[in-house]
C-alpha cells in the first residue's frame, strides 16, 4: 500500500546526495522550506529531499561553498514533506493491520535505536517512517 500510496502522488520533486554531517545540514536548513533530511548515510553523507526550486536553490549555495552535490534518479521526493498528502490514506490502511511484536531485534531507522515491540506494533510509527529521514547512519 505504502508504494502504491507513494506512486500515485503528484510527479516532482528532488532528492540530491551531499557531504554534510547532520548537524551541518540543519544549521543550512535553519529559515528554509521545501527542503529536509531524508535520509543520513554517514557521518558527512546525507540525502536533502523536497520541492526542486528549493532544493536547488540550497544545492547552489552549498556547491558555492564547495560542498559536493550530486542528484539522485528518482520518482518523487521520498521521506520529505512532499509525500504529506499520502500520510493519511497509509495511516488508514496501517490501522486495518494486524501487527505482532517482531521476533528477533530489529533496528529502528526512525530512531536508530532498536524497535520496541510498542512502535511495531503502532499505525503512527510506520507513517512517520515513511516521512522521517532514515537514521541508516545511526543502524551501524
Given at each position: 500500500?505504502?508504494?502504491?500510496?507513494?506512486?500515485?502522488?503528484?510527479?516532482?520533486?528532488?532528492?540530491?546526495?551531499?557531504?554534510?554531517?547532520?548537524?551541518?545540514?540543519?544549521?543550512?536548513?535553519?529559515?528554509?522550506?521545501?527542503?529536509?533530511?531524508?535520509?543520513?548515510?554517514?557521518?558527512?553523507?546525507?540525502?536533502?529531499?523536497?520541492?526542486?526550486?528549493?532544493?536547488?536553490?540550497l544545492v547552489?549555495?552549498?556547491?558555492a561553498?564547495?560542498?559536493?552535490?550530486?542528484?539522485?534518479?528518482?520518482s518523487?521526493?521520498?521521506?520529505s514533506?512532499?509525500?504529506?498528502?499520502?500520510?493519511?490514506?497509509?495511516?488508514?490502511?496501517?490501522?486495518?493491520?494486524?501487527?505482532?511484536?517482531?521476533?528477533?531485534?530489529?533496528?529502528?531507522?526512525?530512531?536508530?535505536?532498536?524497535?520496541?515491540?510498542?512502535?511495531?506494533c503502532?499505525?503512527?510509527?510506520?507513517?512517520?517512517?515513511?516521512?522521517?529521514?532514515?537514521?541508516?547512519?545511526?543502524?551501524?
Amino acid at each position: 500500500a505504502r508504494g502504491r500510496l507513494m506512486q500515485a502522488l503528484p510527479a516532482g520533486g528532488v532528492m540530491v546526495a551531499v557531504r554534510l554531517s547532520e548537524a551541518e545540514a540543519v544549521e543550512r536548513l535553519a529559515g528554509r522550506s521545501g527542503v529536509g533530511i531524508a535520509s543520513l548515510n554517514g557521518p558527512r553523507s546525507l540525502v536533502l529531499s523536497g520541492e526542486v526550486a528549493a532544493v536547488d536553490a540550497l544545492v547552489a549555495d552549498l556547491e558555492a561553498e564547495g560542498v559536493r552535490c550530486k542528484r539522485l534518479r528518482v520518482s518523487h521526493a521520498f521521506h520529505s514533506p512532499l509525500i504529506e498528502p499520502m500520510l493519511d490514506d497509509f495511516r488508514q490502511v496501517l490501522e486495518g493491520v494486524e501487527f505482532r511484536a517482531p521476533q528477533l531485534p530489529v533496528v529502528s531507522n526512525v530512531s536508530g535505536g532498536l524497535l520496541t515491540a510498542e512502535q511495531a506494533c503502532a499505525p503512527e510509527y510506520w507513517v512517520r517512517q515513511a516521512r522521517e529521514a532514515v537514521r541508516f547512519a545511526d543502524n551501524v
